[in-house]
């Protein structure tokens, strides 16, 4: 197969975790495609400022247009409904494009104007598209609440390029006695990522007596006001920062935690940073909504906790803390067997059969 990836996200040196889903697949996908090609066009690294932004999105456009019009393709991966909306449209007024749409997030549930503007622009492309591929159960169902109209049999779940071979290990949790309680956080430093809530949850377990060591991973937009919480939080000697970490360096962070606390408060349709954690024997401490809610079994592989309640979180925490040695081995290999299920190369399998099926070839 020829296939073109379209993304306006994907990592670069700088920003090393922004759209690692997307260059997981597209190294899935090309690996498989052996005797095809496989094309990228994408924005590399985040752009801060208007100016960058507009200048960043013309280059793009012009690139994705020269792609549409003057190569012929077998199916077009477009990673979202939203900013390459404008060039596929153009596009495909001259030309049929074979698209496949790869919906999640704010997609669908656009958090601004502009988004929803572009979301509806969309729809005729969506109505089109061979196949409609999104992350999670619950995901497919908030698509097909958005979009009715939308033939549930081109509906194909396939969770966000699964999780690499180097993030699983097993591991028994060494016990809690005469240690500190080793906490973590992965993910955007974002509005609604709850890195918040995570700082305010290692003040509280410190006042209530707990020891326990926090790690911070990522970097994003509230990267400055992150910095400033920690230090006016009186826990600072608590939480170390690490910035943002490359892909291949996570597998190893996962594994020190005990546990792992995912406190967005966003609909992720998936949340792939807490599956993650879990191939590391990691139990996941997460809001009891969206994407998560699918994946954890509260008490068993995990917690679920009350969006945006901290005192909810801590709780959670508390629990964790009481369960014997073997009671932890047992929610530990819980989670790692629900892990197994999301293993890239099985979910990249399966993905590229029905992307083969789509384009009307068999598997290269």
Not at 225 to 239: D, N, P, Q, T
Request: proline letters at 5%; charged letters at 25%; hydrophobic letters at 40%.
């Amino acid at each position: 197969m020829k296939i073109l990836v379209v993304a306006n996200m994907y990592p670069s040196e700088k920003d090393p975790v922004y759209g690692t889903f997307i260059k997981v697949f597209h190294d899935d996908i090309k690996r498989r495609n052996t005797a095809g090609s496989t094309n990228l066009c994408t924005i590399r690294g985040r752009r801060f400022g208007a100016v960058s932004k507009l200048v960043t999105y013309i280059s793009y456009y012009l690139r994705l247009c020269g792609h549409l019009l003057f190569s012929r393709y077998d199916l077009i991966y477009v990673h979202t409904i939203t900013f390459p909306t404008p060039a596929l449209l153009l596009a495909s007024v001259f030309r049929n494009l074979p698209l496949v749409f790869n919906v999640h997030g704010d997609d669908v549930l656009p958090s601004n104007r502009f988004k929803k503007l572009l979301k509806k622009m969309s729809a005729p492309l969506l109505a089109k598209a061979r196949m409609v591929v999104a992350p999670s159960e619950y995901f497919r169902n908030v698509l097909q609440n958005e979009f009715p109209w939308l033939d549930k049999n081109r509906i194909f779940v396939s969770p966000s390029g699964g999780i690499k071979k180097l993030f699983f290990s097993v591991k028994e949790p060494s016990p809690l006695a005469g240690r500190a309680l080793r906490l973590g956080y992965v993910s955007r430093i974002d509005s609604g990522k709850g890195w918040e809530l995570f700082v305010e949850l290692v003040r509280i377990l410190y006042k209530k007596g707990i020891d326990c060591e926090a790690t911070i991973i990522g970097r994003g937009s509230q990267t400055h006001l992150l910095e400033k919480c920690i230090a006016e939080s009186g826990v600072a000697h608590k939480i170390q920062y690490l910035g943002a970490k490359a892909p291949e360096e996570l597998p190893q962070y996962y594994k020190e935690m005990d546990l792992f606390v995912f406190p967005s408060s966003l609909n992720e349709s998936l949340g792939l940073v807490g599956i993650e954690a879990m191939a590391a024997c990691t139990p996941v401490v997460a809001s009891n909504m969206a994407g998560p809610k699918g994946y954890i079994t509260d008490g068993v592989n995990g917690y679920l906790f009350k969006p945006g309640d901290v005192d909810s979180l801590a709780s959670c925490v508390l629990k964790y803390i009481a369960l014997t040695d073997e009671q932890r081995s047992v929610m530990a290999k819980n989670a790692y067997r629900l892990a197994l299920d999301f293993e890239s190369e099985k979910v990249a399998g399966e993905l590229f059969e029905r992307m083969s099926v789509a384009s009307g070839r068999s598997p290269d």
